[in-house]
């Protein structure tokens, strides 16, 4: 599990496409003219993409600040890469945090009595483990402002990037479950919406880590997400799979394979011959000690 960070020259946010980017339903990689291609996908693949906010919509820009005052005390010197990437890391951390012992509140803008109920008791399983407390509300204001709607994806703004009001004006969801119904099994609830609300407290996809330790299957993985359902552009692939998060702007400890913020991907994405990532639906024991270290709980 990571926090989110960003390099230097921090992604831009993929512009949409008049398709859509995401389904609930995913199709099996496009054949060869051959045939079906060894690397076809089988099983569904269902990501979410991250909402951050453009560079010149975030006022704070700590990176280059942070990175210009290392810089200025370490004139003369060679410097560090990795402690370059942490003082990156930590400077967005603390920026994109909610304040310690923060009750963040909850509302929904749409969706069904039933799908609203599934979310909220599995969202307040993150409460268990940090100091964070979500409070739903049935009207007024709310920095997490649930959709089930806004288009047929799954994603959420990245930490306190909810409150840019530029970027998720106030009527507008900063988290959306496109994909969730009545009749979607738990298993997929459970996936979908601690996933997601982990992107709200702060953190970033771990297939996006810089210790991710497997290796894709470039081609495979561009035919795939550029057919149906999703539709994505080259960049959209590289900003939303293979890409965004280097050395240079992220400093990750491990990966961890069993974090709630990796998803499945089948196994013929990947070359390497190990078989498809791990199908979690619970938090990990790394997800927890990281978010108990981002919000401790007050004694």
Known sequence: ???????????????????????????????????????????????????????????????????????MATAGRRLNPNDVSHLARMAVVNTKKWPAGATLRCRFLDGTPTMRRKVQTIAKRWESHCGIRFRFVESGAAEIRISFSADAGSWSAVGRDALNTQYFPVHQPTMNYGWLRDTT???????????EFGHALGCIHEHQSPTFTRTWNVDAVMR????????????????????????????ATQFDPRSIMLYTFDGALFSDGRGPTNSNKALSPYDIRMIRSMYPRSR
Not at 16 to 40: C, F, L
Not at 46 to 53: D, N
Request: proline share 13%; with cysteine.
């Open 1 to 71: 599990m990571a926090t989110r960070s960003r390099t230097p020259r921090s992604p831009k946010r993929p512009a949409r496409s008049k398709k859509p980017m995401t389904s609930s339903t995913a199709a099996p990689a496009v054949p060869s003219a051959g045939g079906t291609p060894d690397d076809a996908v089988t099983d569904p693949v269902k990501i979410c993409f991250e909402r951050i906010i453009p560079d010149d919509l975030d006022p704070e820009r700590p990176v280059r600040r942070v990175l210009r005052e290392h810089m």
């Open 185 to 195: 099994n738990d298993d997929e609830y459970e996936r979908v919406v601690l996933h």
């Open 224 to 251: 795939y997400f550029q057919g149906p359902p999703n539709y994505w552009s080259p960049q959209d692939i590289q900003h939303n799979v293979l890409g965004k998060y280097s050395r240079l702007g992220v400093s």
